[in-house]
């Protein structure tokens, strides 16, 4: 393959094409700038991840356009949740939201957002590594890309950072992750079934490890239809704090959860493709903008500290972010406006959530909670709401108002606000 050439100049450049990145350069391009999307890796790649998208996944993909690119990847009415000898059914909530969510293998996902930004006027360099940047009055002036013919400078406007959970270049940018309130660590498999075609996800809420013993995680199946390759994505992922670090071993534990699952989800031999990552949760990062740069995504902590879901906020993260350069008019300083707009959007949520996973790492917590909940449907229902994040500003229910008052209250003691 040919080196990328690498332009000198970009009114706009976005660092990292995953879901964050490739969503900011299609919004970018369609609204009439000079994009040049850059990844390290050359496409299509994986990315360790559980493949769920949620309603509100959903319905980002369909603003952005992609919305028939869904129409043969598995409809998921809502979730099947075990635990404790107990299982619930439980519907998407109906809502602003679509009413399904879906499953589709992160190398194509990623793909097709990619190329959606490239037919939109993006211009892409794949394998070549932000690195560096060169500062002038406070302003990012170029930014240094590492390829295999050497070193290169971009001189760039405006910088949209979507380098995903270690961000390089944002803590080459004052970036800072900090793990005194909850994170995630998971780790997924891919498994041939009889039942890839089940219009359900599948969450375990009680974890045993290979010996029986309760572990402080959760274990899922996402079924990813015959469009993908009839393939179970199974995982599990544990809920962590500095202060409660997780300690489990994730491969015997996501063997021994596999091996579990196999006679109801009709699985066909050993799980195969099994990595491991970290996950940045709930804003728990300082230092997400700067004058002319912007954090989305992981490198934001944009992940839902309930259920470690993190593609439907790097698309929002990505359309907002360059909601926000469109408006520079106002001020061309995007320092304390992407900060506030990312408070704005998600601050009461993640704060809240984060609390409340934060409770889950004590010991006894989850089987306290989850055996007498899981017999209730009503309850679950509220559960998988919230879990979900899918209420909205406009809800005026009960759970909608409680959330939001928890929200308030658990921010007044935070004490280190999100995205602070
Ligand atoms: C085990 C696991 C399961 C998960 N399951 C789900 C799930 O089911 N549903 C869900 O919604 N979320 C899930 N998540 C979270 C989700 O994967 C992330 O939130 C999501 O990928 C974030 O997208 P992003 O665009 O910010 O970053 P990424 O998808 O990580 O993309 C970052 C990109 O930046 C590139 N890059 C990095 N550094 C540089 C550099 N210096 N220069 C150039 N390019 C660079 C990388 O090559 C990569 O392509 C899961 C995460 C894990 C770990």
């Not at 470690?308 to 304390?336: K, Q």
């Amino acid at each position: 393959m040919p080196p990328p050439r690498i332009p000198q100049r970009a009114e706009v450049l976005v660092v990292g094409a995953g879901p964050g990145g490739s969503a900011a350069a299609a919004h970018a391009a369609t609204a009439g700038h000079d994009v040049v999307l850059l990844d390290a890796a050359t496409f299509p790649r994986d990315k360790t991840c559980g493949d769920g998208l949620t309603p509100r996944a959903v319905a980002e993909l369909d603003h952005l356009g992609l919305g028939r690119f869904l129409d043969d990847r598995p409809r998921l009415d809502g979730l099947t949740l075990h635990g404790w000898g107990a299982s619930q059914q439980i519907r998407w909530p109906s809502g602003r939201f679509p009413s399904f969510g879906s499953a589709v293998s992160r190398v194509e996902l990623d793909e097709e957002i990619r190329a959606l930004a490239v037919a939109r006027g993006a211009h892409m360099v794949q394998g070549a590594k932000a690195v560096d940047v060169t500062m002038r009055d406070g302003r990012i002036a170029d930014v240094v890309v590492d390829t295999a013919e050497g070193a290169r400078t971009i001189a760039v406007r405006d910088v949209i950072v979507a380098d995903g959970v270690r961000s390089g270049l944002g803590k080459a940018l004052g970036r800072e992750w900090h793990r005194d309130t909850a994170y995630g660590v998971a780790a997924r498999a891919y498994v041939r079934s009889g039942r890839a075609d089940d219009n359900w996800m599948g969450s375990h809420l009680e974890l045993r490890g290979p010996d029986g013993a309760l572990l402080p995680g959760y274990g899922w199946v996402f079924p990813l239809g015959g469009a993908g390759d009839n393939l179970l994505n199974v995982g599990v992922g544990a809920l962590a704090t500095a202060k409660r670090p997780a300690h489990m071993a994730l491969r015997p534990v996501l063997e021994h959860y596999a091996h579990m699952v196999g006679e109801e989800w009709a699985i066909e031999g050993p799980p195969q493709r099994l990595t491991s990552a970290l996950l940045p949760m709930g804003g728990a990062v300082s230092g997400v903008a700067g004058p002319n740069w912007m954090l989305i995504g992981d490198a934001a902590a944009l992940v839902n500290p309930l259920n470690g879901e993190g593609i439907d906020y790097a698309l929002e993260a990505g359309r907002l972010a360059v909601e926000l350069l469109d408006d520079t008019a106002r001020s061309p300083d995007h320092t304390t406006r992407w900060r506030d707009v990312l408070i704005g959007q998600y601050g009461l949520a993640f704060s809240a959530a984060r609390r409340l996973a934060g409770l889950l790492t004590v010991p006894q917590a989850v089987p306290t909670l989850g055996r007498p909940g899981i017999r209730s449907a009503h309850l679950m229902s509220m559960v998988v709401r919230v879990m979900g994040n899918l209420i909205t500003p406009d809800d005026a229910d009960l759970v909608a108002r409680a959330w939001r008052t928890a929200g308030r209250l658990s921010s007044q003691i935070d004490q280190r606000p999100p995205f602070r």
